[in-house]
């Protein structure tokens, strides 16, 4: 009987391993940072609209869509691009200097080997 299959060993992670760069940070920050305060904006600003639109229905006045962006929408994103700032400087600082101790530690045992 022959058998369709055979047994590979997977390839070396240490091929795609690469060290780590603190110049990529602050690209890695501002984009998250854009990101998120964009989609924080475009859902406080649908919150706003919505809640713009049932206070001007319950009053029985035409909605003035002006204070949804200029009351609601602009401050939520401010603070949560603050927020979100500090919060992705924190955690990539700690990732970075994990991965700098974790690559100086495989050079160390690849030198004791």
């Given at each position: 009987?022959?058998?369709?299959?055979?047994?590979?060993?997977?390839?070396?992670?240490?091929?795609?391993?690469?060290?780590?760069?603190?110049y990529?940070?602050?690209?890695?920050v501002?984009?998250?940072?854009?990101?998120?305060?964009?989609?924080?904006?475009?859902?406080?600003?649908?919150?706003?609209?919505?809640?713009?639109?049932?206070?001007?229905?319950?009053?029985?006045?035409?909605?003035?869509?002006?204070?949804?962006?200029?009351?609601?929408?602009?401050?939520?994103?401010?603070?949560?691009?603050?927020?979100?700032?500090?919060?992705?400087?924190?955690?990539?600082?700690?990732?970075?200097?994990?991965?700098?101790?974790?690559?100086?530690?495989?050079?160390?045992?690849?030198?004791?080997?």
């Open positions: 009987m022959t058998s369709c299959c055979t047994l590979e060993a997977m390839p070396s992670l240490a091929a795609h391993v690469h060290k780590p760069v603190w990529l940070i602050p690209a890695r501002l984009l998250v940072t854009i990101i998120l305060t964009l989609l924080s904006f475009a859902v406080s600003l649908f919150l706003g609209i919505l809640g713009t639109l049932v206070g001007a229905g319950l009053r029985g006045i035409h909605p003035n869509m002006t204070f949804a962006y200029r009351h609601v929408a602009l401050p939520v994103a401010s603070v949560a691009a603050a927020v979100v700032f500090v919060s992705a400087v924190i955690m990539e600082v700690k990732h970075y200097r994990r991965a700098r101790v974790l690559d100086q530690m495989e050079q160390q045992m690849g030198r004791a080997s």
